[in-house]
């Protein structure tokens, strides 16, 4: 009779070391998700910000402002595609040179981004981040109807 509660006792141990190893195994999954859900909700928030940033200066007669805006980690550059028949304009590149869509932005002046970067139109103008951070200057002139971005 000794042997025999010994073998359940160890029985007992072995699936709770299980169960305490499956419920570890879920924390960890769960705490990802939870950071990678984190970043794409920065991600959205530097897309309305900016957004609404460019509508503000849409609407004023004339502006020129300099924004900070908070980025994510893993993203290094914004880039603005100037293609006049782009659907989606703003594109982010993270420090690995992997390029994910960030959506449209309103409003823009993509023939004047592309002047002030320096390149040619259906091209790219990118902004560098440095400690998590990209400044830009949104800027519309007395008489302009579109807002142009420039670092």
Request: hydrophobic share 40%.
């Amino acid at each position: 009779m000794g042997k025999r509660g010994q073998i359940k006792m160890s029985f007992g141990m072995i699936f709770s070391i299980i169960l305490i190893i499956a419920f570890m195994g879920f924390a960890f999954f769960a705490i990802q998700k939870f950071l990678g859900l984190q970043s794409s909700i920065n991600t959205k928030q530097l897309m309305d910000n900016l957004q609404n940033d460019v509508t503000n200066a849409w609407n004023s007669p004339q502006t020129e402002v300099t924004k900070s805006y908070n980025v994510p980690s893993p993203i290094s550059k914004l880039c603005i595609e100037t293609g006049t028949s782009l659907q989606d304009n703003i594109i982010f590149v993270d420090s690995k040179g992997q390029k994910s869509v960030g959506g449209k932005i309103e409003h823009l002046n993509l023939t004047a981004v592309a002047s002030y970067g320096g390149v040619p139109l259906n091209s790219e103008v990118c902004f560098s981040s440095s400690g998590n951070k990209i400044s830009l200057v949104i800027q519309k002139n007395f008489g302009d109807t579109l807002v142009t971005i420039k670092k």
